[in-house]
């Protein structure tokens, strides 16, 4: 493996489980040293342990990223504990299914500002860390459901449609500092956000017939896309959305 990312510093929100967890350590494995960011702090404690395992430096930030004043706070600890960061991946994210008559505001407004609010908090930070570098990592987990949606979804598919023009219009602005910003578009994953599908065997096997590959995805692939699109060799590659769905979206 290359040492080229060796020593870089990665902030990633939701990193205490599933697939934050996956891109950290995957990220851990190449070197790269890591503020882990989530609300969980007893997971974020055990991914930080075995990141710290594999030889790296990580340390734990308990941040709500709906919060402007929790974020910018994150922002300085980051600066005085790692210098600046070099990669910022978005990860943080939640979901409802309801009708949209039975959400609330405050139902909606939980939703967008964790997925949306939240990523453009966390660029608004960490963007000028990048710049004037050459280079620079900005990771945004989008969805599939940034491309197609499903019932009750309204307002998860249009938090990930969001991100994905915030990807779009971010990319622009970055192209020529050497920052690239990328979307990955996860499909069927199992993760904890699908442990009530996953868990219902009658649910579990007509979603998986809907499904090309007639499986789940492995978290640990996620954490392989994400390494590479951090590496020199993905230097040309913004603006864009990678989909990585087990055919989903060919269908």
């Known amino acids: 493996m290359s040492d080229f990312l060796k020593d870089k510093t990665a902030v990633i929100t939701g ?12 990220l851990a494995d190449a ?3 890591l503020a882990l960011v989530a609300r969980d702090e007893a997971k974020l ?8 395992e594999r030889g790296v430096e990580a340390e734990c930030y308990r941040v709500d990223v ?7 706070e994150l922002e300085t600890k980051v600066r005085e504990r790692f210098g600046k960061a070099q990669i910022l991946i978005n990860n943080a994210g939640v979901n409802l299914r309801k009708q949209v008559t039975d959400f609330t505001y405050q139902d909606w407004r939980y939703v967008l500002d964790t997925n949306l609010t939240g990523a453009f908090l966390m660029c608004r930070s960490f963007v000028p860390h990048m ?10 987990m989008t969805s599939i459901m940034s491309h197609v949606s499903l019932p ?20 622009l602005e ?5 920052v690239t910003v990328v979307g990955i578009s996860p499909g069927p994953f199992a993760t904890e956000m699908n442990t009530s599908l996953i868990n219902d065997p009658v649910k579990n096997a007509q979603f998986l017939e809907s499904i090309p590959m007639h499986r789940w995805g492995k978290v640990e692939d996620i954490g392989v896309l ?3 699109l951090c590496s020199e060799e993905a230097s040309f590659i913004t603006g864009t959305d990678i989909v990585i769905d087990g055919g989903w979206l060919a269908r």
């Open 45 to 52: 404690a055990e991914v930080a342990a075995a990141a710290r």
């Open 15 to 26: 990193a205490s489980r599933g697939l934050g967890q996956a891109m950290a350590l995957a």
């Open 152 to 171: 009750e979804r309204i307002a998860y598919s249009s938090s990930k449609a969001g991100l994905l023009g915030m990807t779009r219009a971010l990319a």
């Open 31 to 33: 070197g790269v040293r």
């Open 226 to 228: 994400a390494r590479y």
């Open 131 to 140: 710049k004037g570098s050459g280079y620079g990592r900005i990771i945004n």
């Open 66 to 72: 709906t919060s402007e004043s929790d974020v910018l």
């Open 174 to 178: 970055l192209a020529t500092e050497g």
